[in-house]
DNA sequence: ATAAAACCTCAACTTAACTTGAGGTAAAGC
DNA sequence: GCTTTACCTCAAGTTAAGTTGAGGTTTTAT
């Protein structure tokens, strides 16, 4: 078994995880491997630069099922090439730079705010950044007040 | 029991967020309240304004724990006045710094790595941008191999 | 050839941040 | 006064993303 692949540990180590973390990739769909002999996992180098994506975009914010979703666009019996991987690549920029902004926001809102009175669910700015509040959200909001 | 205070329900409505939450808050000790005759819940208007900030500071992705040891920091029995507030904004608005320069680090890698060849768990830029890789990180990394 | 290291599967445990539900009490509305 | 709505406590369930461990097999190294 000189050249079948890359053992599980291998992956790991090359990937800075843990081999359950593999597994559990694996389980999820997010990465794939063929058997040898002894029913031990062989993966393809390819797998590296998914698990590289995965944790990329873990960074990002993105969740595991995100990803899954992402990654079954690409083809499923040949490796992806760039431009797909550029699409993937396009998508979560975006998602990226609405994070971004979203954060900046609260930042620019944060100073002014927190320690003024106006800090309220409804009406203060900090609170409405694009993200919307609760379903309950509906009554009377203090506002102005001295809590 | 016209106005002693504000109810779980009332405090849940005007935050946007439910009864259970509340409760799940003050079992952490992020807010209090004091009981009434029958045993329920008082919450004090300053709750309010605690739970804004539990609610911002967790879209800046920091933790209730660490929200907690920062309330901690305020004083028990008197509301936090403004420089109080403004400290704990201050400690937070730089957490926020760095996770948007973070963001942006990667986002600006993230066009430039993903569609090439070099992404890989070591050497890319996309990886060091100041977080440190797993202690099994030490083996060999595939550069510029085509997957 | 044998011992150690690496793998295998599967179930259960972990943490964060809540939510749901059961069984029972208090307050409010008519 | 009665009914509905709101509260109470406490235990257990939920989701995400893994980790840990038990019991057993395969590879690798000496």
Same mark, same amino acid.
């Given at each position: 078994? @000189?050249? *079948?692949?890359?053992?599980?540990?291998?992956?790991?180590?090359?990937?800075?995880?843990? +081999? /359950?973390? +593999?597994?559990?990739?694996? /389980?999820?769909?997010? @990465? /794939?491997?063929?058997?040898?002999?002894?029913?031990?996992?062989?993966?393809?180098?390819?797998?590296?630069?998914? +698990? &590289?994506?995965?944790?990329?975009?873990?960074?990002?914010?993105?969740?595991?099922?995100?990803?899954?979703?992402?990654?079954? =666009?690409?083809?499923?019996?040949?490796?992806?090439?760039? &431009?797909? #991987?550029? =699409?993937? /690549? =396009?998508? #979560? $920029? *975006?998602?990226?730079?609405?994070? @971004?902004?979203?954060? $900046?926001?609260?930042? *620019?809102?944060?100073?002014?705010?927190?320690?003024?009175g106006c800090l309220s669910m409804e009406r203060c700015p900090m609170y409405n950044d694009g993200d919307h509040l609760g379903e309950n959200a509906a009554g009377p909001v203090l506002l102005n007040a001295k809590y």
């Amino acid at each position: 078994m @000189i050249n *079948d692949g890359l053992t599980v540990g291998q992956v790991a180590k090359r990937c800075g995880i843990k +081999v /359950s973390s +593999v597994h559990f990739y694996e /389980s999820k769909g997010l @990465i /794939s491997s063929s058997r040898n002999s002894g029913n031990q996992r062989r993966f393809a180098k390819e797998v590296l630069r998914r +698990v &590289s994506i995965i944790k990329a975009a873990q960074k990002m914010g993105i969740s595991l099922q995100e990803i899954g979703e992402a990654f079954s =666009t690409l083809p499923k019996h040949r490796a992806p090439n760039k &431009s797909e #991987w550029q =699409t993937l /690549s =396009t998508q #979560w $920029q *975006d998602k990226l730079n609405q994070r @971004i902004v979203s954060l $900046q926001n609260l930042r *620019d809102r944060l100073t002014g705010c927190i320690g003024c009175g106006c800090l309220s669910m409804e009406r203060c700015p900090m609170y409405n950044d694009g993200d919307h509040l609760g379903e309950n959200a509906a009554g009377p909001v203090l506002l102005n007040a001295k809590y």
